[in-house]
């Protein structure tokens, strides 16, 4: 296309059409200063050529002139204002700088003059993404893979979103169909290593992190990733201890949850051993904060609710560099009080790191025993963790098809794994069995029919923890979901009381279920509550 321009500009030389034709071609080829002279003589000789000016501002951009690229857009957008493409190009931009609310008004005017642009469609995905508005997102993303389905943007977009909704098995999949339309972009890959990473696929988690760096050598989040990925194939987490606060339930271990669906802010959470507290990275106030379990679907929402709170930028997972100088919310006095002494008092690393859940209650007395996690990829069902009997005879899963946990013998697993539905307990409909509320109300089958049994349920829930006598030092770094970077925890600042956000505002909450992945939204009824305490199916009796 170049040749055949250059041999037109000789018969030609102030066409400005065919000097804007070549700055196309050599912007296509990459030649981006060459192409900027082009488009800038094409506008020499026509100033109103608006083509030229959105030419120039795509090869600006591509330079790293953003300022120079946005008054060109502007000026294309000036000459033509319903031109879908230059609005696209400069919300591009404008979302490149940061500027999302201007970004997202120029796309809803692309889309208003052309509804199926694809390109609009996962442009306001990635802007609703990057504003938190994940559903939103996902809604965008479907429409623009129904008109294209093979649009890599938007399955990468869309394994993103949910990944951060918690829907691994779903994310995985648009990643997967991604990789295979392109195989040489490092971003899917480190998309997936980090969803393998959160399912705790350490080995495949490693390979895709590789695999991107391979590709892109510079990229941090990448290398994060595969320092994260080795780190996981030999820890089983973190154990903080605090001391020195008024409330006597938050001077206890806090155990790091390792399972998908636990981490906020691209960091993990660790709870106390009762899963009544847990720890979180509280991103609007930068540190770290303590809730109460009913608020954890809040603070995934970006909440920054607590009552206790490290200095400002503190890592406290820091062995060497203990955070102290905590505040505590004065329920009294509605008032945050520095405590000098009260913070972390030991980081260990976890040798053994187990969720359990005894039951009690049940005709089957074998039934009430202690129930351990596991959550490696081989024994997930639906996208959730079994729990395990310490002789492995029974197991708990998460059935999708009646959304409630049931127990079966291990037997059963694989059809379980398959799609088959057994059991001979069931818990109430959409509740979560890891809750501190302890479940009560399960149901159990007698061989004849479903008999509802009022106190039988969840007796307790615990951690079981070994530390690993080695010291070691914990890397302060992490990844965002909304950037897919890396941004280190900032050496300590000075002693900042929590803004008031920081309120305890689960004191005045009233209680509430932990969802579950998969199960209802906060706030929202389960279906428990819709629809009474409702037997398992008849299909659940498989022997």
């Excluded at 949910?162 to 648009?174: N, S």
């Excluded at 351990?372 to 996208?383: C, I, K, Q």
């Excluded at 291990?410 to 479940?439: C, K, M, W, Y």
């Excluded at 349920?457 to 690993?468: E, H, M, Y």
Aim: hydrophobic share 40%; with cysteine.
């Amino acid at each position: 296309a170049v040749q055949k321009c250059n041999a037109e500009l000789v018969k030609k030389p102030h066409d400005a059409k065919l000097l804007r034709q070549r700055g196309e071609a050599k912007r296509k080829l990459g030649q981006h200063k060459d192409a900027v002279d082009d488009f800038t003589a094409a506008l020499g000789f026509k100033p109103d050529l608006a083509l030229a000016f959105a030419g120039r501002g795509n090869a600006r951009r591509a330079l790293g002139l953003l300022q120079e690229a946005l008054n060109d857009y502007n000026s294309a957008v000036r000459l033509e204002p319903h031109n879908p493409m230059f609005l696209v190009d400069r919300a591009l931009l404008r979302q490149q700088l940061g500027n999302m609310v201007e970004a997202l008004r120029d796309v809803e005017a692309a889309l208003a003059v052309r509804p199926n642009y694809v390109q609009a469609l996962h442009l306001r995905g990635e802007v609703s993404r990057k504003l938190g508005q994940h559903i939103e997102a996902h809604q965008d993303f479907d429409a623009a893979l129904r008109l294209d389905p093979r649009h890599v943007s938007s399955l990468a977009s869309r394994g993103a979103v949910k990944r951060t909704l918690g829907l691994h098995a779903e994310a995985l999949a648009d990643f997967d169909l991604a990789l295979s339309l392109a195989p040489r972009n490092p971003g899917i890959f480190a998309g997936r290593g980090a969803t393998r990473l959160e399912l705790r696929m350490s080995e495949a988690a490693k390979a895709d992190f590789e695999a991107a760096l391979a590709l892109n050598p510079g990229n941090d989040f990448s290398r994060w990733g595969l320092e994260a990925a080795a780190e996981q194939m030999t820890s089983q987490g973190l154990q903080l201890t605090l001391t020195g606060f008024v409330s006597p339930g938050l001077n206890t271990k806090f155990c790091e949850r390792r399972r998908p669906g636990f981490q906020v802010q691209g960091y993990p959470t660790y709870w106390s051993p009762d899963g009544l507290y847990f720890l979180y990275w509280c991103q609007k106030e930068s540190r770290w904060k303590a809730a109460r379990w009913v608020d954890f679907e809040k603070v995934k929402k970006g909440s920054a609710v607590g009552f206790i709170a490290a200095p400002v930028n503190d890592d406290i997972r820091l062995v060497d560099n203990l955070s102290k100088g905590w505040h505590e919310f004065d329920g009294t006095t509605q008032a945050w009080r520095g405590r000098g002494a009260s913070g972390v008092s030991a980081v260990a690393k976890l040798e053994t790191n187990v969720q359990t859940i005894t039951l009690s209650g049940f005709a089957t007395t074998k039934l009430n025993a202690r129930y351990g996690e596991r959550f490696r990829p081989a024994m997930l069902v639906n996208g959730h963790e079994t729990y395990w009997t310490a002789d492995s005879q029974y197991f708990l899963y998460w059935s999708a098809k009646e959304d409630r946990w049931k127990g079966t013998l291990s037997t059963d697993f694989e059809r379980v794994q398959g799609g088959a539905n057994p059991g001979f307990i069931g818990a109430p409909l959409g509740a979560d069995v890891t809750s501190a509320e302890l479940v009560k109300g399960w149901h159990e089958w007698n061989g004849a029919q479903w008999v509802f049994g009022e106190k039988s349920g969840v007796l307790s829930i615990g951690t079981l923890a070994a530390v690993q006598l080695a010291p070691f030092v914990a890397r302060g770094s992490r990844g965002t979901a909304a950037n897919d970077g890396l941004s280190a925890v900032p050496a300590r600042a000075a002693a900042v009381a929590p803004v008031a956000a920081g309120a305890p505002e689960a004191e005045a909450a009233p209680p509430r279920k932990r969802r579950a992945p998969g199960g209802p939204a906060e706030g929202e009824p389960s279906k428990a509550a819709r629809n009474g305490a409702a037997a398992p199916v008849k299909e659940a009796w498989a022997k």
